[in-house]
């Protein structure tokens, strides 16, 4: 680099460099290959019994259980962008100022320095066969324009011109894939929502933090249905949804897998489903004065045993506890105590020793179970620039491979009755292919001259 | 009665019939042998095509009716068939017969690979309900035309380095002569890498569509998803330094060959090694 320039011309040089693209590059390979390596997403207390606490500090002081997320991952996303802006920035001005360049004259001289060159000999003379070359030329794609030649009459040709700049719309197709995907982390949200069937819910459990989010409408399950194939492994999820406005009913779908809903830029995708407890009719009886009393507990609802002030309430659900069958999960809390105390409580087995809490042998006369749906809910506003940013990397990529900037000058000088013409070329990429194409050029122009 | 399975059994043998002849050929320098190779080469393709074709029909027969590109045994036979229709190509356009020596024995160890190995599960399955998508078969077809690519480059690479190697210990190794010039093979590479690196891009995009309409999310750092974004930068790499620095030869050889390592392990090693969404691929 120039003495000259000072400290802002070295940052862009060094920020622009290729160097910086390949260390980049090599970085989020390296950084990415660990992130597939270490389990993802773990929490610290089980970091600690996975790997114990010396290396499980080192984890967690690098945030290599959450790599993707990590500040220094983040900045290394950050200098890949600034890195592709700035080299991007600093090369177009060259490009435009060589593909505005133009010879204004030929002259043999210049030409015999080119590597993929030919020469043949018309009986025309040059004037002639300059016109007749470029009517070929034409007719291969190669729009031609006359200049004057220091000696003859000379011919410049090119096609492909915009392909030097595809470069570019891949490197700006890259911003703007990254940009949309940070438009989605700021304004959007992704959550999870379970509706049990014939329920309705409006709020969603953030996938990041633990905070709800409340949406401006609510959802209703009508119907979650599993199909099977004949030999037993599923075959379609589907959910029957119904959203509500006010509790006015705006919009009714059927969702499956790949299969989504969309409501005022949010979509509903079926993501999971489970049983869940409705209520249970359950029988509790004082063994110390043998007073039966049944009451029907709705799940995670607290109730008053009648006659007590003892409250009760069914915390979980199973539908095979252990292979004993389904089994409800009862917390107790004696009146005036602290602590409350639980136990599971087998449906189908009401002799079971363990049904029993405290001084209260317990039974289930009737347990009501039900489906949920789970839902993964999401609203991305970002996504139309990162599709946006695809298609345009894809047109860049694949325009840059199928074409090249071709160039063609040509030079006719008079020789006896006839001409002698020289020709030149050259490619802003995959020369053997130019070379191959100009072959066949020249082949047909010597049969037309 | 001919089945799939039949045709696609028969095809492992002719592709291992190529990859002799070619292999032969290079060794003996004799051309016809190359041009029986490319004869029984396009034979098999054609062979292969049909046995595809019919395991197409025999899953509608069964009632599952989805493209055979849903399981590990499939995508495998359709990696052997775009491995061989791109060398073909190839072969064609630039009449360079030399070059099916390593292009067809990729082809073969995956026929074999498929039908031989006791992981690989050949039997005609019903579709997940995640897989039940168009995108399945613009996702897969894409990927696979760009490993296959790939692969090819890797064959070009190696002959490049073996050719190198010989023409360093005498003038006339084995090889030496009877395959194109080294500028010629680097300049194959490079197309191949480009053209690969095109595919590949389709397939990591068509994927991230694809999970956005199923999963809304279109990118979630799975790690078959990650090792695809490594397999792209590590390509992007190589065209980089052949582009800006000016690299040739064996520097780029090597590279081709390290990019190709990495597909090798998105496609095998993140099922076997790795857990992840992609999980259905191991069978």
Known sequence: MDQKHGFGQQLIGALASLKLTLFVFLALAVGSILGTLLPQGLSEP???????????????????????????????????????????????????????????????????????????????????????????????????????????????????????????????????????????????????????????????????????????????????????????????????????????????????????????????????????????????????????????????????????????????????????????????????????????????????????????????????????????????????????????????????????????????????????????????????????????LCERLKAEL | MVTSSLLLSITTFTFLACSVLYMAGGVFRQKQLFFVGSMVASGSLILQTAGILLRWKESYDLGYGHAPLSNLYESLVFAAWAIMLIYLVLEYRTKQRSLGIFPCLITFLAMAYASFSTNVDAKIQPLLPALKSNWLIAHVVTCFIGYAAFAVAAGLSLLYLAKGKAMGSSNTGPASGFVPEPRQLDELNHQMVLFGFLWLSVGIITGSVWANSAWGTYWSWDPKETWSLITWLVYAAVLHARTMQGWRGNRVAWMSLLGFACVIFTYFGVNFLLTGLHSYATK
Not at chain 1, 275 to 301: C, H, M, W, Y
């Open chain 1, 46 to 440: 089980e970091l600690q019994r996975h790997f114990g606490p010396g290396i499980a500090g080192w984890i967690a002081a690098f945030g290599l259980h959450d790599l993707y997320h990590t500040g220094w991952f983040r900045l290394l996303l950050l200098l890949l962008c600034v890195n592709l802006a700035v080299c991007s920035l600093d090369r177009l001005p060259k490009t435009i100022k060589l593909m505005s360049r133009r010879e204004e004259t030929l002259s043999a001289k210049k030409l015999e320095k080119f590597s993929t060159r030919y020469s043949l000999s018309s009986q025309h003379g040059p004037e002639e066969a300059r016109s007749r070359i470029a009517k070929v030329l034409e007719t291969a794609g190669f729009p031609s324009q006359f200049v004057p030649g220091d000696q003859g009459h000379g011919l410049i040709a090119e096609k492909g011109r915009w392909a030097p700049y595809m470069v570019y719309v891949v490197h700006l197709s890259v911003l703007v894939v990254l940009f949309g995907a940070l438009l989605g982390s700021i304004l959007g949200f992704k959550g999870f929502m379970n509706i049990t069937e014939g329920e309705v819910s409006d709020s969603v459990a953030a996938t990041t933090g633990h905070g709800q989010i409340m949406l401006p409408f609510s959802v209703r399950c009508d119907d979650f249905s599993v199909a099977f194939y004949d030999q037993g492994t599923p075959k379609e999820f589907r959910s029957d949804l119904v959203i509500l406005e006010n509790g006015k009913e705006v919009r009714k779908q059927t969702i499956r897998v790949n299969d989504p809903l969309t409501y005022q830029g949010i979509t509903f995708y079926q993501s999971s489903y489970g049983t869940t407890l409705k209520e249970a009719e359950v029988e509790f009886q004082d063994k110390a004065n043998g007073k039966s009393e049944r009451i029907v507990l709705p799940f995670r609802q607290i109730r008053l045993i009648p006659g007590t002030q003892d409250r009760v309430q069914v915390v979980e659900y199973e539908q095979d506890f252990n292979r004993f069958g389904p089994a409800i999960g009862i917390l107790l809390q004696k009146d005036g105590q602290k602590e409350s105390s639980g136990s599971w409580i087998l449906v189908d087995k009401p002799d079971f020793h363990g049904n029993r809490i405290m001084n209260y042998g317990i039974r289930v006369i009737r347990a009501e179970a039900s489906q949920f749906t789970g839902l993964q809910v999401k609203r991305d506003p970002g996504v139309w620039w990162v599709y946006g940013g695809f298609t345009a990397m894809l047109l860049g990529i694949g325009l840059a491979y199928y074409t090249s900037h071709r160039r063609l000058w040509i030079l006719a000088l008079p020789e006896g009755k006839g001409s002698k013409v020289i020709l030149a070329g050259r490619a802003s990429k995959n020369s053997l292919a130019f070379e191959q194409e100009f072959n066949g």
